[in-house]
């Protein structure tokens, strides 16, 4: 297994070819009136040709980060589902967080994200040392706790709720939300 964290914000899909943006949330629903980050920023993600598929994580539910700062209107990218036009269903997760890896020059925000740009973040992955970083992530009010996946996982096509549950697993500290 390798770990993400588990950000507090709205699950989102970012579509894009460099010109047109279209963010959703995990309702499918169009971020319009309340969108806190510049389209013109989404667009300028893109890579490749045609159309790009990011999914992440869109910070606006006021959360502070590891410095105690306010930290919305930011989107943090956790996986890449199309890359010039064309789905990656049937890549394995480690090929995509390659790829991902590779499109952007990024710099450290804190341990658990990297910066892209001014609003745009993507996650770092771990493959160990599990343990230490929950310890450490759980203190951060931002983070919602750790996501562990399966490095070799291939991505299924995403027409079902249940697709790609099989090789993840959430791992959310205690809150008043969530009990243990």
């Known amino acids: 297994m390798v770990g993400q964290a588990k950000l507090n914000g709205s699950c989102s899909?970012?579509?894009?070819?460099g010109k047109q943006v279209f963010f959703y949330n995990r309702h499918k629903e169009q971020f319009k009136n309340?969108?806190?980050i510049d389209k013109e920023e989404l667009a300028r993600l893109h890579r490749g040709e045609g159309?790009?598929?990011?999914?992440?994580e869109y910070m606006n539910k006021?959360?502070?980060?590891?410095?105690?700062?306010l930290f919305n209107g930011k989107f943090v990218i956790w996986d890449i589902?199309?890359?010039n036009g064309l789905q990656l269903v049937g890549m394995d997760l480690d090929t995509r967080l390659n790829l991902l890896a590779n499109?952007?020059?990024t710099t450290s925000y804190d341990p658990y994200i990297r910066r892209i740009s001014a609003n745009c973040f993507v996650v770092e992955t771990f493959p160990d040392n599990f343990k230490i970083l929950w310890e450490n992530i759980v203190t951060i009010e931002m983070y919602e706790g750790w996501v562990?996946?399966?490095p070799n996982a291939k991505l299924e096509d995403g027409n079902r709720v249940a697709n790609n549950v099989h090789w993840q697993l959430k791992c959310r500290k205690e809150t008043k939300n969530y009990g243990y």
């Open 62 to 69: 006021s959360q502070r980060d590891i410095n105690n700062n």
């Open 13 to 17: 899909v970012l579509f894009t070819n």
């Open 81 to 83: 589902l199309v890359f």
């Open 148 to 150: 562990l996946k399966r």
């Open 103 to 105: 499109m952007y020059d």
């Open 51 to 56: 159309w790009m598929v990011l999914t992440g």
């Open 34 to 36: 309340k969108l806190l």
